[in-house]
């Protein structure tokens, strides 16, 4: 093993950890979640897209379509039993439109799977083939993973408001996309170079937003829990005084 390989496995190494941190982030969105029993206003698409490009990536790093990946392998099966609890926990607390809305996007996720994995293996025959094809495809699935917070990303610009734009997935999702960028510029792999790199960028965009709006949603939380403890001390006072007298 050349130098090359000793750092292009030791940064995939730390991919993994940081993926991994990446992939286990959003737990404080679903204890919330958990708690308050409903999913509120977050969505799931960034789990169905994060599961997606997980599976894709899975079928990349195979041996018998792109050989000597087993970082690919192992980091991005684990995100997909990870992103999959992810999308149970939001099938249990969505209200029933939602629910289905979520469960025909996870079918028609497996389906692709399986019909990718499918024509991969059974009619194309070298490495070469199956690594164009699963490589191209698995990147652009990566472009849209690190892309579907952008509606959140407009809510947030809407709003002036990071409160449903959780920081520590941004925070992930940047220093995964740096790792895997360098990983894939070590020995050039364009497939993980380039929508790791866009990824950069767009986590990048994302902790901009956090750092302009966090003062503006701690300003409105405080105004909010102001309100609420107004509204109920004279919900309170009318009930007091329209009590019966005895």
Not at 31 to 57: D, H, R
Not at 213 to 242: F, G, Q
Request: glycine share 6%; charged share 10%; hydrophobic share 50%.
């Amino acid at each position: 093993m050349n130098a090359a390989d000793i750092a292009r496995t030791a940064v995939g190494i730390a991919g993994n950890i940081i993926a991994g941190s990446m992939f286990l982030s959003p737990l404080p969105t679903f204890i919330e979640i958990w708690k308050k029993g409903s999913v509120g206003q977050f969505s799931a698409a960034p789990y169905l897209a994060t599961l997606l490009n997980c599976m894709v990536w899975t079928l990349y790093g195979l041996p018998m379509v792109h050989p000597h990946s087993i970082l690919v392998v192992t980091i991005n099966g684990a995100g997909c039993v990870v992103e999959l609890t992810y999308v149970i926990i939001f099938l249990i607390y969505s209200q029933r439109t939602n629910r289905l809305k979520v469960l025909l996007f996870l079918l028609i996720e497996t389906l692709f799977i399986a019909a990718l994995t499918l024509v991969s293996l059974l009619f194309l025959h070298t490495v070469h083939k199956r690594s164009a094809l699963v490589g191209t495809i698995s990147a652009l699935f990566n472009i849209m993973m690190y892309a579907s917070p952008l509606t959140i990303m407009k809510m947030v610009i809407t709003t002036k408001s990071v409160e449903f734009m959780p920081f520590y997935v941004s925070l992930a999702s940047f220093g995964n996309g740096v790792a895997w960028t360098t990983y894939a510029l070590i020995r050039f792999d364009p497939f993980i170079a380039i929508p790791n790199g866009i990824g950069t960028l767009l986590a990048t965009s994302q902790l901009i937003l956090y750092a302009t709006y966090y003062k503006s949603t701690k300003r409105m939380i405080a105004a909010r829990k102001v309100k609420s403890h107004v509204d109920s001390t004279l919900s309170e006072v009318v009930l007091s005084n329209a009590a019966p007298t005895k």
